[in-house]
């Protein structure tokens, strides 16, 4: 196993719920290791290709790392493979969907951050109880099918466990929409709920959330305009998340075409990062929910930003 670790930064704050954010570059052919030492693994990028002529080069003929640095393609499957666990291994081989230049020698680049997060796994056919002591749930992650042939294997047999490539692709729309901004919430695991992703297979349901404070407040700004966060005087602002994107199908929908509210896994990996640079620490701010600011993450989609802040004391 031959991977590189580099750790950009580690923050933690009472109050926030990021714990450290990590780049991981693993040569093609290698396994990729993502780790957290505390909390789970949320991807917030990765790519296959080649930008650097001198990462993973050593052994190689010049031709493979010299004559196209300009190689990139995203790679969705370490996402779902990996977010919400504390361990994730990627055996690299195959990963991508395609070969974006043939004849390069590529590697894989995986951004990811380490979040304060509960966990939870229930079997198809239970029930799990979210529950937070004080604040309110907020869905990180949630992922209806399977990724191992060991998790809900008791009893299963072998012919049920094989196919651990298999995801739900819209678990974590009914999952927010069910929990987020409660104490409590139930959830069952059955592909009534989140349909089969993989006929034959025994699944299961894999949710991460972080417990929000109670006097959080939230701000949702559809794309192309703009908003003012404001704290009371003697106070300012502390931001806890931060999305520019879609993840239902009702918010900022109002007289747009089915087609530009339907993708609702749409993320800009950027967004806490922005918002925490125009706002944190300050009395007011003002947002704009556009593509020249955060980019944009899912094209033909209409997009709103979302954020959840408090006022703490200055």
Same mark, same amino acid.
């Given at each position: 196993?031959?991977?590189?670790? +580099? !750790?950009?930064?580690?923050?933690?704050?009472?109050?926030? =719920?990021?714990?450290?954010?990590?780049?991981?570059?693993?040569?093609?052919?290698?396994?990729?290791?993502?780790?957290?030492?505390?909390?789970?693994?949320?991807?917030?990028?990765?790519?296959?290709?080649?930008?650097?002529?001198?990462?993973?080069?050593?052994?190689?003929?010049?031709?493979?790392?010299?004559?196209?640095? &300009?190689?990139?393609?995203? +790679?969705?499957?370490?996402?779902?493979?990996?977010?919400?666990?504390? +361990?994730?291994?990627?055996?690299? &081989?195959? =990963?991508?969907?395609?070969?974006?230049?043939?004849?390069?020698?590529?590697?894989?680049?995986?951004?990811?951050?380490?979040?304060?997060?509960?966990?939870?796994?229930?079997?198809?056919?239970?029930?799990?109880?979210?529950?937070?002591?004080?604040?309110? !749930?907020?869905?990180?992650?949630?992922?209806?099918?399977?990724?191992?042939? !060991?998790?809900?294997?008791?009893?299963?047999?072998?012919?049920?466990?094989?196919?651990?490539?298999?995801?739900?692709?819209?678990?974590?729309?009914?999952?927010?929409?069910?929990?987020?901004?409660?104490?409590?919430?139930?959830?069952?695991?059955?592909?009534?709920?989140?349909?089969?992703?993989?006929?034959?297979?025994?699944?299961?349901?894999?949710?991460?959330?972080?417990?929000?404070?109670? %006097?959080?407040?939230?701000?949702?700004?559809?794309?192309?305009?703009?908003?003012?966060?404001?704290?009371?005087?003697?106070?300012?602002?502390?931001?806890?998340?931060?999305?520019?994107?879609?993840?239902?199908?009702?918010?900022?929908?109002?007289?747009?075409?089915?087609? &530009?509210?339907?993708?609702?896994?749409?993320?800009?990996?950027?967004?806490?990062?922005?918002?925490?640079?125009?706002?944190?620490?300050?009395?007011?701010?003002? =947002?704009? %929910?556009?593509?020249?600011?955060?980019?944009?993450?899912?094209?033909?989609?209409?997009?709103?930003?979302?954020?959840?802040?408090?006022?703490?004391?200055?």
């Amino acid at each position: 196993m031959v991977y590189l670790s +580099v !750790i950009l930064f580690t923050l933690l704050l009472n109050s926030r =719920l990021l714990i450290s954010a990590e780049t991981v570059v693993t040569c093609d052919g290698f396994v990729q290791r993502l780790s957290c030492d505390s909390g789970v693994i949320r991807v917030d990028s990765s790519t296959f290709g080649r930008t650097n002529s001198n990462i993973c080069s050593v052994g190689r003929p010049q031709g493979q790392t010299v004559n196209n640095t &300009q190689c990139s393609m995203d +790679v969705p499957v370490v996402s779902k493979r990996c977010d919400g666990l504390s +361990v994730c291994e990627l055996n690299t &081989q195959g =990963l991508a969907a395609r070969d974006p230049c043939d004849g390069t020698y590529k590697y894989y680049t995986t951004n990811y951050s380490c979040i304060t997060a509960e966990k939870t796994v229930t079997c198809h056919g239970g029930y799990a109880y979210l529950k937070c002591e004080s604040g309110t !749930i907020q869905i990180n992650t949630a992922h209806y099918g399977r990724t191992d042939k !060991i998790t809900c294997s008791e009893g299963r047999p072998s012919s049920e466990l094989q196919n651990s490539n298999c995801y739900s692709p819209n678990a974590l729309a009914p999952v927010s929409k069910s929990c987020n901004g409660l104490e409590s919430c139930e959830l069952f695991a059955t592909q009534t709920v989140f349909t089969d992703p993989c006929v034959g297979t025994y699944k299961y349901l894999r949710v991460s959330y972080f417990c929000l404070p109670s %006097a959080l407040r939230s701000s949702v700004i559809c794309e192309n305009a703009n908003n003012t966060l404001i704290c009371e005087q003697g106070t300012v602002i502390n931001i806890h998340t931060a999305n520019f994107g879609r993840t239902d199908r009702s918010t900022c929908s109002v007289r747009r075409p089915a087609s &530009q509210t339907a993708k609702t896994d749409c993320y800009s990996s950027n967004s806490l990062a922005i918002v925490t640079d125009e706002c944190e620490g300050l009395n007011s701010c003002v =947002l704009v %929910a556009s593509n020249g600011v955060f980019t944009d993450p899912c094209f033909g989609t209409f997009k709103f930003l979302y954020v959840s802040y408090s006022c703490v004391d200055e």
